[in-house]
């Protein structure tokens, strides 16, 4: 077992008080998986994305990684022992080029062809990215590939992506489609989990979690979950996007 989530809760601070994000959630993420969690919007799916990452502390409940308790562990801990997270909408740096991005992400001097395979391997032309500033003049779907691109560099064991179809159009869309089919044909090397309403995505996963109002409602095998949601009002609400 890779990961192990007891009784986990959240509560946020509102106008009207205190809100009940996450509720008493307790699962288990096995090594080796390509898991995706779905579910309705403001059910909470990101939240327990970040409280994986160690971007938001749980109120109550213990995480297991590895079999080494890490609730009080930071974002950067976490990352020292495996955990890589990527953002919506991933961070733009002035002056600083896609090459050093992948140094410092792998955190060591990679040589330049070994920054090219990363690219190559999320479909980029390598020459054409490695010494461009990571600013804007680069694209939603360049900029999700080329964090991708870190996750690969970093060697994480468990790969975060949260809503990674956001923002990106339908090509570049695609092209995530791919990379998603390529990782999860090696994830003897890494255990990979998305948040993700695209059906696409769904249909890659080896496990789907469904998350509602800050609770579990379904988790099993792809072939099991997938029917049950897919054709149905939940489908409407939470498959609107699908492709």
Same mark, same amino acid.
């Given at each position: *077992? *890779? ?23 307790? %699962?288990?993420?096995? #090594? ?6 779905? +579910? ?12 994986? #990452? +160690?971007?938001?502390? !749980? ?30 909408? !991933? &961070?733009?740096? =002035?002056?600083?080029?896609? %090459? ?7 955190? =060591?001097?990679?040589?330049?062809? $070994?920054?090219?395979? @990363?690219?190559?391997?999320? +479909? ?17 779907? $360049? ?6 691109? /870190? ?12 809503? !990674? $179809? #956001? ?15 390529? *990782? ?6 890494? /255990?990979? %989990? &998305? ?14 979690? &469904?998350?509602?109002?800050? =609770? ?6 792809? $072939?099991?979950? %997938? !029917? ?5 009002? @939940? ?5 609107? =996007?699908?492709?």
């Amino acid at each position: *077992m *890779m990961l192990q989530l007891n009784s986990i809760a959240f509560h946020a601070e509102t106008n009207d008080g205190k809100a009940e994000i996450i509720r008493d959630i307790s %699962l288990h993420i096995d #090594a080796n998986k390509f898991i995706v969690i779905t +579910g309705p919007n403001g059910g909470g799916k990101s939240t327990l994305a970040k409280i994986i #990452a +160690g971007i938001e502390t !749980p109120t109550s409940g213990t995480i297991t990684f590895q079999g080494e308790d890490i609730t009080d562990l930071s974002i950067t801990d976490r990352a020292k022992r495996g955990i890589g997270f990527a953002f919506q909408q !991933p &961070v733009r740096f =002035k002056g600083l080029t896609v %090459l050093d991005l992948l140094r410092i992400a792998s955190g =060591k001097q990679i040589t330049i062809a $070994e920054a090219c395979e @990363y690219l190559s391997e999320v +479909g980029l032309c390598a020459k054409d990215y490695i010494h461009r500033e990571v600013n804007a003049s680069l694209s939603g779907g $360049e900029l999700k590939r080329i964090e991708i691109a /870190t996750i690969l560099a970093r060697d994480v064991k468990l790969a975060i992506f949260d809503e !990674p $179809e #956001a923002g990106i159009d339908l090509w570049s869309f695609q092209n995530l489609i791919r990379i998603f089919e390529k *990782m999860r044909e090696s994830t003897q090397d890494r /255990t990979i %989990l &998305v948040i993700s309403h695209q059906e696409r995505i769904l249909n890659i996963a080896d496990e789907i979690i &469904v998350l509602a109002d800050g =609770k579990i409602e379904k988790q099993g095998p792809k $072939e099991q979950i %997938l !029917p049950s949601i897919i054709g149905t009002q @939940y489908a409407a609400d939470v498959c609107r =996007k699908l492709s």
